[in-house]
């Protein structure tokens, strides 16, 4: 196949998963720091010059040295013969901001896509948090057919039944409604959605939904994201609160930053599980398989 995986070190064992899913053969791009925090990226030719079809992983968690990182390696990549360019990011950073709540906001959702859209020619995603647009190429504005959001809840399904074979899958909010009615589908489980105000970065209102009875059952709550996980941690009290037996989590991206683990445990969630989109000590389900079926469903012109 001429093509090829190119990486970053910190990524290099999602890297070694999606290549050999794929076949494509891995390689890694090299990274320096200068002391003023400058970043110099250099592409790796060493064994061979770039195929002229390159696939490039990175999910973009803490995504703001990441973007410039991708500025530089994609325009180098095109500058050195490259003629089709994929960015796989399993997880896709800037989606959420994507209206202006207060005039003056930027809207992130916007100008990150058209930022990707103009290195890329083709974005493959997990579970991007489209809300009020539909489709990835509402978000990065590409043809439809190369820019792909997959979605990670049947796999988190399986993975859920296999602890909780009767659990009620439950979305802390109205947006996770897309994942949970999926992730519910799949094995016939009872799903239900809370409601959700947010009033800041970490404090959030829950409201568990009208006319369920959770007393004495196993809750599992079904999310994209778990950031602050204050949007979790709440609907996990309500949960106990309503005498929920045990409430567990399963997200695609386990963000988490700062002490959000520490605050689900202290709202008395039980397990924790995560796809490997972002690196994290709950990572529970693999997700190179579903890349590699959308890097095979993408058009041969940009990989064959
Ligand atoms: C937003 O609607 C997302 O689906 C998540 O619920 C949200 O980003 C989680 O954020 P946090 O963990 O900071 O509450």
């Known amino acids: 196949m001429d093509a090829c995986l190119l990486h970053f070190d910190d990524e290099a064992a999602s890297a070694a998963r999606l290549a050999a899913a794929t076949g494509l053969e891995a390689r890694c791009i090299e990274r320096h720091r200068f002391p003023d925090g400058e970043i110099k990226v250099r592409l790796p030719l060493e064994r061979a010059p770039l195929p002229q079809q390159v696939v490039l992983l990175r999910s973009l968690a803490q995504p703001n040295e990441k ?18 360019l994929t960015l796989v990011a399993p997880y896709l950073a800037y989606m959420r901001q994507d209206i ?4 003056g906001e930027a809207v992130s959702q916007r100008i990150v896509g058209g930022f990707l859209a103009g290195l890329f020619d083709a974005v493959l995603t997990v579970d991007p948090h489209l809300h009020r647009v539909h489709t990835l190429a509402e978000a990065i504005p590409l043809p439809e057919e190369r820019a792909l959001a997959l979605s990670a809840a049947p796999l ?28 519910a589908a799949r094995h016939g489980l009872r799903w239900a959605v809370c409601g959700k105000r947010r009033h800041g970065d970490r404090r959030v209102e829950v409201t568990l939904p009208e006319g369920v009875n959770f007393a004495g059952a196993a809750v599992v709550l079904i999310d994209d994201v778990a950031s602050t996980g204050h ?21 695609t991206h386990a963000l988490f930053a700062g002490d959000a683990l520490a605050l689900l445990r202290a709202a008395g969630v039980g397990r924790v ?3 490997d989109s972002v690196p994290h000590e709950t ?22």
């Open 100 to 103: 202006a709540f207060t005039p």
């Open 231 to 251: 949007t979790l941690a709440e609907a996990a009290r309500g949960l106990h609160a309503a005498g929920a037996a045990s409430v567990d989590v399963a997200v």
């Open 283 to 304: 990572n529970a389900v693999p997700l190179a398989p579903l890349l590699a079926q959308g890097l095979a469903a993408l058009p041969r012109a940009l990989l064959s």
């Open 67 to 84: 973007l410039v990182e991708l500025l530089l390696a994609a325009q180098t990549a095109r500058s050195l013969g490259v003629r089709a």
């Open 156 to 183: 988190l399904a399986d993975c859920v039944v296999a602890h909780r074979p009767h659990a009620w899958l439950v979305g802390p909010d109205a947006e996770s409604e897309q994942w949970v009615a999926q992730a």
């Open 273 to 275: 599980w995560s796809s």
